[in-house]
């Protein structure tokens, strides 16, 4: 039967499908047929099939909807098509006709669409060809949708190589980096035990990588594979390697980029399967056109009959849920569900009554709708948030029953990533108003009164505004330096230096320019410090920190009082401490100090508005130099502030 012929066409897998009524299927390959139609109008991603002269004979809905153009405005259809982006026709030609000569790459073809609206829409194609049974030709398409993964590709423009010594205790697992030059960068033990055994060579930095390989076949394939690597391409592969004797490996490639995104290298991840692979041989069984479709799909999809027993668990099950598919067919889906349910939601009775619902149409509200829950995988024990989805599919008298979870693990991450900084915005924004509202009122309510009075009032009236307004000033100067360090702080913009310094001077120095705000409360600054404690710091911070306590001290402290600065000397750090009495500080308001999600602000004597901000700013430093801040009070009056800083390096 031809492939044009109205009453048949060729389906996804590559088959004549007929229009036969389902009260009428009697043979397997009818049923196979309903089922395979069924399947593939289902999953996501889109199907095409075009034939020799490159004329659209077939689509799926999902390629339908993804580029948004119908069956009747597509099918008959010769290049360029109607989704065809115009910047790109010579790109798409290109690919065109290396699928027609039958070259194209594995890997498949990352092209761009245009959807009917006009939107560009980024896609990877993976081709595929078979022959009819009239000896016809025809290539199929598995077309992915791209742009959620691009977007996510811009987001995360940070790459690195983390190489720890705990790798090198795992025998079989091989990792490795080169330049673009493909000189080695860096490689653990297990690489180099494997070159040796495979190629028998010993590699050394600084050599060239493919040098090393002495087989041709195996240094084309990898060369290969480094090339789309280091264009920023990741890639994967399951490959044979060595010639004085055989190992499997399967390896990942992935790009290394620098500071500036530039890509600058190429980091090898390879585990050695050659058990795994031994044994998978003797079980090795045809696979239809079917399952390949089904496996190139990035999402999990997961088919179980009316028993529960499953019957299809593609790749990215095994990849989503760490489960291999000859562990888990014919399992029942029940006992799957609950080994990947988290333990908090361990419930099999409450598993299997939702299960139970499904299999009998209890619940059909179910069907097609998208949940949001969380699994946990069994390789590696993390937890990934997942959204899943389940419908029927109807197969004669019985059904089949298809799921289809992907993983939205980084995309929830990103959302409450997202939505903690905005609330700490929020909220940093609601503070420093708060902070700079009292000085610009003072400024305000007296330049106003200045400005209408000013003949009016007596000298000793304008000299204390004057002076309300210098104290204002001051104040706003020490929020504003706090809030411009602390901003470059988190920015990463102060250099952290630190050195051996002499206590006692540093702190002379430090509070010097706070003698004046002192003696304007008549407190006296007292400090007990020996020439011979010496501290391993970075000067401007010490200084930095050091001015806040005593600022927050004169703030805090009663008149005619005293603080006093001591230093003592341990074996390990120095212990500062800056000790008053004032104001009762309370357990409950002392654990807020330091937290950034509790900043706040209270009174001071008399009626001074103190701030946490610059107690912020002191344990960001303190931490930077691997030390720890705290402050102690009493049932009294007393207020004590320490810090600890190391002796040396």
Not at 214 to 233: P, Q
């Amino acid at each position: 039967m031809k492939i044009n012929e109205p009453e048949n066409r060729i389906n996804g897998a590559g088959y004549e499908e007929s229009n036969i009524k389902s009260d009428k299927i009697t043979t397997p390959y009818q049923k196979e047929m309903l089922f395979r139609q069924a399947i593939e109008n289902s999953i996501p991603s889109g199907i095409a099939v075009i034939d020799e002269t490159g004329k659209q004979v077939y689509i799926n809905q999902a390629f339908c909807k993804m580029v948004g153009w119908g069956e009747d405005e597509l099918l008959g259809k010769l290049p360029p098509y109607p989704y065809w982006s115009l910047p790109d026709i010579e790109i798409l030609n290109n690919a065109l006709q290396l699928t027609l000569n039958n070259n194209a790459p594995k890997e498949g073809f990352d092209l761009v669409f245009c959807h009917k609206t006009g939107k560009l829409l980024p896609v990877n194609v993976i081709i595929s060809s078979f022959k009819q049974n009239n000896n016809e030709t025809f290539f199929l398409a598995n077309v992915i949708d791209l742009t959620q993964r691009k977007k996510d590709e811009e987001a995360l423009k940070e790459s690195h190589l983390l190489l720890m010594s705990s790798i090198e205790s795992q025998k079989d697992i091989i990792i490795f980096s080169i330049d673009q030059y493909y000189n080695y960068l860096y490689f653990n033990k297990a690489h180099w035990k494997a070159m040796k055994f495979a190629y028998n060579s010993e590699v050394n930095i600084g050599i060239n990588f493919l040098d090393c390989i002495s087989k041709d076949e195996d240094r084309r394939l990898l060369k290969e594979k480094t090339d789309l690597a280091l264009k920023g391409k990741s890639q994967s592969l399951i490959q044979r390697f060595g010639d004085v004797n055989l190992d499997y490996y399967e390896v990942f490639l992935n790009p290394i980029l620098n500071e500036k995104n530039k890509i600058i290298g190429c980091t090898y991840f390879a585990r050695n399967i050659t058990d795994r692979m031994q044994a998978e041989k003797a079980l090795k069984e045809s696979e239809t056109k079917f399952k390949e479709i089904i496996n190139q799909v990035n999402d999990a999809i997961i088919v179980f009959d009316q028993q529960g027993k499953i019957v299809i668990w593609n790749k990215g099950a095994e990849q989503l849920c760490g489960l291999n598919a000859h562990e888990i067919l014919n399992k029942n889906i029940v006992d799957i569900r609950y080994q990947l349910t988290p333990p908090q939601f361990k419930d099999r009775e409450l598993i299997e009554k939702n299960i139970n619902g499904i299999l009998t149409f209890q619940t059909p509200e179910v069907f097609n709708k998208i949940i949001d829950s969380e699994i946990v995988i069994q390789n590696s024990g993390s937890l990934r948030n997942i959204q899943s989805t389940v419908f029927p599919i109807e197969l004669d008298r019985s059904h089949l029953f298809c799921a289809i979870i992907r993983d939205t693990t980084e995309i929830k991450r990103f959302e409450n990533e997202l939505l903690r900084i905005s609330a700490e915005k929020d909220k940093f924004y609601s503070i420093i108003a708060q902070y700079l509202y009292t000085p610009f009122n003072v400024f305000n309510n007296f330049s106003k009164l200045m400005a209408e009075e000013l003949d009016n009032l007596p000298i000793k009236e304008i000299q204390k505004m004057a002076k309300m307004m210098s104290k204002s000033a001051s104040n706003l100067y020490s929020l504003l330096d706090n809030l411009i360090q602390w901003t470059r702080m988190n920015q990463g913009k102060i250099p952290f230096e630190p050195q051996k310094l002499n206590f006692k001077n540093v702190n002379q120095d430090a509070i010097s320019l706070l003698k004046r705000n002192a003696e304007a409360k008549n407190i006296k600054i007292n400090y007990s410090v020996t020439d011979e404690i010496n501290v391993f710091a970075d000067i401007f911070m010490l200084k930095t920190i050091l001015r806040n306590l005593v600022t927050n001290a004169i703030k805090f402290a009663n008149s005619n009082g005293q603080i006093n600065i001591y230093a003592q000397e341990t074996s390990s750090d120095t212990i500062i401490s800056v000790h008053y009495e004032g104001i009762t500080i309370t357990s409950d308001y002392l654990t807020k100090l330091f937290d950034f999600s509790q900043i706040h602000s209270t009174l001071g004597v008399p009626e001074e508005k103190g701030t946490t901000l610059g107690l912020l700013l002191c344990n960001e430093y303190v931490e930077k130099h691997g030390g720890k801040i705290w402050v102690e009070g009493d049932s009294g009056n007393s207020c004590e502030f320490k810090f600890t800083l190391p002796n040396s390096v």
